[in-house]
T-cell receptor, first 117, second 112 residues
Framework: AQKITQTQPGMFVQEKEAVTLDCTYDTSDQSYGLFWYKQPSSGEMIFLIY??????QNATEGRYSLNFQKARKSANLVISASQLGDSAMYFCAMREGWSGATNKLIFGTGTLLAVQP | KAGVTQTPRYLIKTRGQQVTLSCSPI?????VSWYQQTPGQGLQFLFE???????NKGNFPGRFSGRQFSNSRSEMNVSTLELGDSALYLC???????????FGPGTRLLVL
């Protein structure tokens, strides 16, 4: 069964520094998608970045980049130049099943990031 | 373009009652999924709808049901509420079934 593991319950980072949030996944599917979402205390899940299993380049979106290591089944999120507004819960998620079969996302337990001034 | 909207944002019910939550997807999005988030169980998938058809269902009891209308708006219903149903219910929409899902602000349900 597909599974997402986030081993860092909480992390601190100094403002303007970079931080890496870890995510490993387990799946037997050849085609899958990996996502990172940010959830501030307000509750809304904000999409950050997506990586397809067949994408050869690591995904980047502004200050966010995804360090995708397929052989190790890891999809770590790197946030560069942290800002106070980055303080939130971060979830790694995987779209289950072969391409087109479902939109169901499996989420990890999340990492609570605190950015310190 | 307006984002995903969910109503109501907050709800307090008592055990045994039923509740209906509503979700309006981003304009043009045809796929709607629902998730339940609790401190103990984390984020769990409830249902997925596409073009008014339920395409996938999570491991929840039959008290949880949903539907999607022709305008892609979706509702979920929970009957005979239990204390454990207290949660943040999140709705997400996407253009299709392989597209990125965008979430609404959620409905916080408290069952007393």
């Amino acid at each position: 069964a597909q599974k997402i593991t986030q081993t860092q319950p909480g992390m601190f980072v100094q403002e303007k520094e970079a931080v890496t949030l870890d995510c490993t996944y387990d799946t037997s599917d050849q085609s899958y998608g990996l996502f990172w979402y940010k959830q501030p205390s307000s509750g809304e899940m904000i999409f950050l970045i997506y990586q397809g299993s067949y994408d050869e380049q690591n995904a980047t979106e502004g200050r966010y980049s995804l360090n995708f290591q397929k052989a190790r089944k890891s999809a770590n999120l790197v946030i560069s130049a942290s800002q106070l507004g980055d303080s939130a819960m971060y979830f790694c998620a995987m779209r289950e099943g072969w391409s087109g079969a479902t939109n169901k996302l499996i989420f990890g337990t999340g990492t609570l990031l605190a950015v310190q001034p | 373009k307006a984002g995903v909207t969910q109503t109501p944002r907050y709800l307090i019910k008592t055990r045994g009652q039923q509740v209906t939550l509503s979700c309006s997807p981003i304009s043009g999005h045809r796929s709607v999924s629902w998730y339940q988030q609790t401190p103990g169980q984390g984020l769990q998938f409830l249902f997925e709808y596409f073009s008014e058809t339920q395409r996938n269902k999570g491991n929840f009891p039959g008290r949880f049901s949903g539907r999607q209308f022709s305008n892609s708006r979706s509702e979920m219903n929970v009957s005979t509420l239990e204390l454990g149903d207290s949660a943040l219910y999140l709705c997400a929409s996407s253009l299709g079934r392989e597209e990125t899902q965008y979430f609404g602000p959620g409905t916080r349900l408290l069952v007393l």
